[in-house]
T-cell receptor, first 115, second 111 residues
Framework: EAGVAQSPRYKIIEKRQSVAFWCNPI?????LYWYQQILGQGPKLLIQ????????DSQLPKDRFSAERLKGVDSTLKIQPAKLEDSAVYLC?????????????FGPGTRLTVL | TQLLEQSPQFLSIQEGENLTVYCNSS?????LQWYRQEPGEGPVLLVT?????EVKKLKRLTFQFGDARKDSSLHITAAQPGDTGLYLC???????????FGKGTLLTVNP
């Protein structure tokens, strides 16, 4: 079974530029998550989708971050414009049904550096 | 607000030693998960505990959920270099599907 795919793996941009990340979850998983993991910290949930609807985006900085999950499958996360403090690893995860005891399967992440 | 405190933050030991890492909170969780994250990879689920006092064993790893469901521990027996990684605990609450992660314990097992 293929895992969660993410691209790109690495991205370096200058502040005020835009960037987009892509995630392809495990086939059949209804729930998709985007996390931000700053160096030395645990993952912080940015947004959670159930199929193509948003379940939780309370920690998403909506003035600069946006995300969509077209047709309830792939998802993109965009940052526009980027700030220095956005430097982090952006992890995508998926799970079958989305309960807190469900297994979340993580992708390898995209490491973003903002200069 | 950091709801899950993990300790120690860093741990470096020799192969063959035993160790315990902790995950503590002032809040009650309905479930708690432990993940291991290796450099350049995403976290991988090790175990889920849901009952206060529950103990689960996974080969050399023993996980315990506190009776009051506010804390958990992970004990590794005879650590091996392959156990090196960032150990994260994550708590869930009832119908709120969101997981809250701790900052993790970075374990290094030296050969």
């Amino acid at each position: 079974e293929a895992g969660v795919a993410q691209s790109p793996r690495y991205k370096i941009i200058e502040k005020r530029q835009s960037v987009a990340f892509w995630c392809n979850p495990i086939s059949g998983h209804a729930t998709l998550y985007w996390y931000q993991q700053i160096l030395g910290q645990g993952p912080k949930l940015l947004i959670q989708f159930q199929n193509n609807g948003v379940v939780d985006d309370s920690q998403l900085p909506k003035d600069r971050f946006s995300a969509e999950r077209l047709k309830g499958v792939d998802s993109t996360l965009k940052i526009q414009p980027a700030k220095l403090e956005d430097s982090a690893v952006y992890l995508c995860a998926s799970s079958l049904v989305g309960t807190s005891t469900d297994t979340q399967y993580f992708g390898p992440g995209t490491r973003l550096t903002v200069l | 607000t950091q709801l899950l405190e993990q300790s120690p933050q860093f741990l470096s030991i020799q192969e063959g030693e035993n160790l315990t890492v902790y995950c503590n909170s002032s809040s009650v969780f309905s479930s708690l998960q432990w993940y291991r994250q290796e450099p350049g990879e995403g976290p991988v689920l090790l175990v889920t505990v849901v009952t206060g006092g529950e103990v689960k064993k996974l080969k050399r790893l023993t996980f315990q959920f506190g009776d009051a469901r506010k804390d958990s521990s992970l004990h590794i027996t005879a650590a091996q270099p392959g156990d090196t990684g960032l150990y994260l605990c994550a708590g869930g609450r009832g119908s709120n599907y969101k997981l809250t992660f701790g900052k993790g314990t970075l374990l290094t097992v030296n050969p």
